[in-house]
């Protein structure tokens, strides 16, 4: 799912601090009975443009949490932060989740609802207009939220990519 403009990030030196997005109970009926697992969607992020998530399947819901964290350490990209908001408006899709993230003015804060907003506040945004059009599910909306984050450009990477000065891409 890594984009051409998606950043890794070693998770070495980072205090990192995680969410719990989604908690799903999963029932397996068998001769002997039902048998009951988790699945854990975490994100995990710094709160100054490095953010990652994970799944983790256990039998018990700390199990569960703990190994989405850790698959959340694994998955860690940079994010391009301008005066507490993003640089310019972007959208995504994943599967059947559609996401639409736009920069905010200072004071704005965080308009954004459950998964999105986990997301973007583990990122370390500050002021940002977020809608989650389509799908709930919180599995798809986080995975087209990092998406949408992975787009997201600053003007040195513009001028890196196009072979010209910060200058001349202010001037267009």
Avoid: C, W
Avoid at 1 to 15: F, G, N
Avoid at 25 to 45: E, L, N, Y
Avoid at 62 to 90: C, E, F, M, S, Y
Avoid at 145 to 161: C, P, Q, S, Y
């Amino acid at each position: 799912m890594l984009t051409k403009y998606a950043r890794k990030v070693k998770s070495a030196d980072l205090e990192l601090k995680d969410r719990l997005v989604a908690i799903n109970r999963v029932t397996k009926v068998t001769k002997g009975g039902r048998h009951f697992s988790f699945a854990a969607i975490v994100v995990v992020g710094d709160e100054n443009g490095v953010a990652g998530f994970g799944l983790g399947k256990a039998n018990e819901v700390t199990d569960a949490i703990t190994k989405g964290t850790q698959d959340a350490k694994k998955n860690l990209i940079k994010v391009p932060i301008i005066n507490g908001t993003i640089p310019h408006a972007q959208e995504a899709k994943y599967g059947g989740a559609r996401v639409l993230i736009k920069p905010a003015a200072s004071g704005t804060g965080v308009i954004a609802g459950g998964a999105m907003r986990a997301v973007l506040e583990s990122v370390g945004v500050k002021n940002v207009l977020a809608k989650s059009k389509g799908s709930s599910n919180p599995h798809n909306v986080v995975k087209a939220t990092f998406k949408a984050l992975e787009l997201l450009r600053d003007a040195a990477m513009v001028a890196h990519d196009r072979n010209i000065s910060m200058e001349k891409v202010f001037k267009g």
